[in-house]
């Protein structure tokens, strides 16, 4: 495209420009179109237009080199030592659809040390939900929105959704992550422990024990429900119940005690004490009662399938009215 040259300044018919040394050159009716483009580069600045209004002129600012500035001295920054045992994050896999009889849940544990941010982490095709087991007040940044969770607090975080954990305390961080697959993307949720343990409408009392559901069907998921159960000293469950249509996990969180799970009472063999952080995968039809012993024992049950719980579908759970259960 042909271009002359007026006082240093290249010109070319619009909607073009052209640069001589610094300078970029356009017409005054193409204006907006070339300050979007120029005013992107920072290094562009509206220098002059022609009186007649027809030549607008922008100029590159000079570097600091070009003012005889001295250029910014590089900072030198000490080394740090990673010891081979020295761990900040660490992700724990404890079970997957591949390495267990579940066909939905997976379950593992983030341990975060003191002052440290995780890498992002991300879930493709799962939604999930962190459990706050150790640590003064952590921090997981979902898709941009940051929710500090303490002891027992929950938190969902939808399907295909990255986030971050930040530990500002001077102690160590644990989290239990379990996941479901997912096909819808829902809003991510905060469930507060100290506000759910006295909200009655959250809480379901039986014989000797209180369940509290910390992510109930009032809750937007594809698969996903959790809440914690406490048992208190030398208690059993009843009745003994299974499902056809959900799966679960029990990860005991305080306490000790033991559990069973089977299908059959006559074929029964998964009889286990169960102490802290110890975990019981519980395929669909697996009747699992548990037991604790002389103290209280707590542990959380987090489901993948339909999304109900037991005692709400079935009244006879809640008074004990049958000796077995299928839901």
Known sequence: MPAMLTRGIAVVNRPSCCAVGHEFAVFVDVLDEAAVRFQNGSEFRLHSVRLDGSLACWRRAPTRKEMHMPEEPLQIKPADLLEADACQFEYLQKCNPR???LDLLSYGTYRI???VISDELFHRTEEAILFCLEGES?????????FEISYYDTLYVPLSTPYR???PSGG???LAVCRAPAETKHAPFHSVWEQIRTNEARIRHLEGKDVFLMFDVTEKADRLMAGYTIYEPFTRAWPPHNHTDQEEIYIFTEGRGSMEVYAEEKTKTFVHSMDTLDAATIPVLNFHPVFSQDEELHFIWCLAGKRYWVGDKHKEFMDASVDELTT
Request: hydrophobic residues 30%; charged residues 15%; aromatic residues 0%.
């Open 99 to 101: 390495t267990s009889n």
């Open 113 to 115: 040390g003191p002052g």
């Open 165 to 167: 954990i930040t530990n």
């Open 138 to 146: 952590l921090s997981v940044e979902v898709d941009g929105q940051a």
């Open 172 to 174: 160590e961080g644990l």
